[in-house]
């Protein structure tokens, strides 16, 4: 029934409602206009495949990885010497199967394009939904595509800068013996950096869910004030599930902004229920 109330609120014009079988035909058709965005990202990654591996994926299992020095030169300025310094790591990646590296290919070409065409991806599907809004509720949503985009690339680039590094680091350096070889398969790499970049890219969302949610009325300040330790287990469980594994630097990292976005979504959903109550007083003084 939501479905098919979503479908009736969708309006080719002014005039002329849609019927099921357009509204089908449209969507498909948006689908299709994404899949071959993300298609023409993947085949620009793919060409350049072996050089983004070399150079963007095994960037930060390097010691002069940019965020690497930015930290060690932060330590040094505030005076706790080389403690955020990065020990040397020599990683190496052993892939057993012999059709592993070419199926990482276009693993890495499908992932590289999907976050290139994010932006026009989410503006398609942004195409679908907004003729089944109000006029007001389109005027509430400018920039949408702007900030969902932006969001996203935010938690990419912190998993990728800041938390993939660290990572990298710790299980590098963690030894219980030094008969013990570290030497991971490429495909596993490849599998948590995915985890750690795209993953937290789609957490980063939260606010924008929290403001969506308190417009239509879900969601108050008051209840997400209320559920503060409730929420906060339950991002220690999707940090716990978006980082390969659970060691307490992982999740500190990832749970911290996902804590603070939290926090953030409280402020948003704050101010549109003063702005709701304000416009309802004045509705009912009228």
Same mark, same amino acid.
């Given at each position: 029934?939501?479905?098919?109330?979503?479908?009736?609120?969708?309006?080719?014009?002014i005039?002329?409602?849609?019927?099921?079988?357009? @509204?089908?035909?449209?969507?498909?058709? @948006?689908?299709?206009?994404?899949?071959?965005?993300?298609?023409?990202?993947?085949?620009?990654?793919?060409?350049?495949?072996?050089?983004?591996?070399?150079?963007?994926?095994?960037?930060?299992?390097?010691?002069?990885?940019?965020?690497?020095?930015?930290?060690?030169?932060?330590?040094?300025?505030?005076?706790?010497?080389?403690?955020?310094?990065?020990?040397?790591? @020599?990683?190496?990646?052993?892939?057993?199967?012999?059709?592993? %590296?070419?199926?990482?290919?276009?693993?890495?070409?499908? +992932?590289?394009? $999907?976050?290139?065409?994010?932006p026009?991806?989410?503006?398609e599907?942004?195409?679908?939904?907004?003729?089944?809004?109000?006029?007001?509720?389109?005027?509430?949503?400018?920039?949408?595509?702007?900030?969902?985009? $932006?969001?996203?690339?935010?938690?990419?680039?912190?998993?990728?800068?800041?938390?993939?590094?660290?990572?990298?680091?710790f299980? $590098?350096?963690?030894?219980?013996s030094? %008969? +013990?070889? =570290?030497?991971?398969?490429f495909?596993?790499?490849?599998?948590?950096?995915?985890?750690?970049?795209?993953g937290?890219?789609?957490?980063?969302?939260?606010p924008?869910?929290?403001?969506?949610?308190?417009?239509?009325?879900?969601?108050?300040?008051?209840?997400?004030?209320k559920?503060?330790? @409730?929420?906060?287990?339950?991002?220690? =469980?999707?940090?716990?599930?978006?980082t390969?594994?659970?060691?307490? $630097?992982?999740?500190?990292?990832?749970?911290?902004?996902?804590?603070?976005?939290?926090?953030?979504?409280?402020? +948003?959903?704050?101010?549109?229920?003063k702005?709701?109550?304000?416009?309802?007083n004045?509705?009912?003084?009228?």
């Amino acid at each position: 029934m939501a479905l098919l109330d979503f479908f009736n609120r969708r309006k080719k014009d002014i005039n002329t409602e849609m019927s099921f079988i357009d @509204h089908l035909e449209e969507l498909r058709w @948006h689908i299709i206009r994404m899949v071959i965005a993300i298609l023409v990202g993947a085949i620009v990654v793919f060409i350049y495949v072996r050089e983004i591996v070399s150079k963007v994926l095994f960037a930060p299992t390097k010691a002069n990885f940019i965020s690497a020095q930015w930290l060690c030169s932060l330590g040094k300025k505030i005076g706790i010497g080389d403690t955020l310094c990065f020990p040397e790591v @020599h990683a190496k990646f052993l892939e057993t199967q012999m059709t592993g %590296q070419f199926i990482s290919s276009f693993t890495v070409a499908f +992932i590289g394009g $999907f976050i290139i065409a994010f932006p026009y991806v989410f503006w398609e599907f942004w195409r679908f939904v907004r003729p089944a809004l109000s006029e007001k509720e389109q005027k509430k949503t400018k920039g949408v595509i702007f900030w969902v985009s $932006f969001l996203f690339f935010i938690g990419v680039a912190f998993g990728y800068f800041i938390l993939t590094p660290f990572m990298v680091n710790f299980y $590098f350096n963690y030894t219980l013996s030094d %008969q +013990i070889v =570290i030497m991971p398969s490429f495909s596993d790499y490849l599998e948590n950096l995915i985890y750690t970049t795209v993953g937290i890219g789609v957490l980063f969302q939260m606010p924008l869910l929290v403001m969506v949610l308190a417009r239509i009325g879900i969601v108050t300040a008051k209840f997400l004030k209320k559920y503060r330790r @409730h929420a906060f287990v339950i991002i220690l =469980i999707a940090a716990a599930i978006i980082t390969p594994s659970t060691d307490p $630097f992982s999740l500190t990292i990832v749970t911290i902004p996902l804590y603070a976005l939290y926090e953030a979504s409280i402020i +948003i959903a704050s101010r549109i229920n003063k702005r709701q109550d304000a416009e309802k007083n004045q509705t009912e003084w009228s």
